[in-house]
């Protein structure tokens, strides 16, 4: 004996004893399909990845911990201050959205700094190389010395000479 099963949408047949077969239709009865299926799917997927990627980049774990100089042993105290007082700006901050150009640009316009590198490692350091002019001449100008690099660049003046 055969009876029909009738719910809102949903029409199946079934024999008694037997469990009811469902079909692919929604409550609306309209078939539910593949398509809408893959990109209700596709969207979950790409706001999971997009939040993924948002909670790394502002992660306390992307922060600079620590920051290491090399170089500076050959610059005058005042000048390896100068340097470290601008890469003080490293420590915290992120290691993804940092702009290392800027402050290679900030540091590599003080005159006694020939070359400078900043490198990042994951294990939260930053690692900053300085490369210092070396004067290899002084020459006597307006009452004072001036230091000469190997390129013929100026590196500092110093203070007039008191000799007469």
Do not use: C
């Amino acid at each position: 004996m055969q009876r029909i099963h009738k719910e809102p949408g949903n029409i199946s047949f079934y024999r008694s004893g037997e469990k009811t077969r469902k079909t692919n239709r929604n409550k609306h009865g309209r078939f539910i399909t593949l398509v809408g299926l893959q990109r209700t799917a596709f969207a979950a997927t790409f706001f999971a990845s997009v939040l993924t990627v948002a909670l790394f980049l502002f992660s306390p774990l992307m922060r600079i911990k620590t920051v290491e100089i090399e170089g500076l042993s050959t610059l005058e105290p005042n000048e390896a201050k100068s340097i470290v007082s601008a890469v003080d700006r490293l420590s915290g901050s992120n290691m993804l959205r940092m702009n290392a150009s800027a402050i290679e640009a900030s540091i590599a316009s003080n005159a006694f700094v020939r070359k400078i590198r900043i490198s990042k490692s994951l294990n939260r350091t930053a690692k900053v190389a300085v490369t210092s002019e070396i004067p290899v001449a002084h020459v006597k100008y307006a009452g004072g010395d001036i230091e000469i690099s190997e390129g013929g660049r100026a590196i500092r003046n110093t203070r007039p000479s008191t000799k007469l």
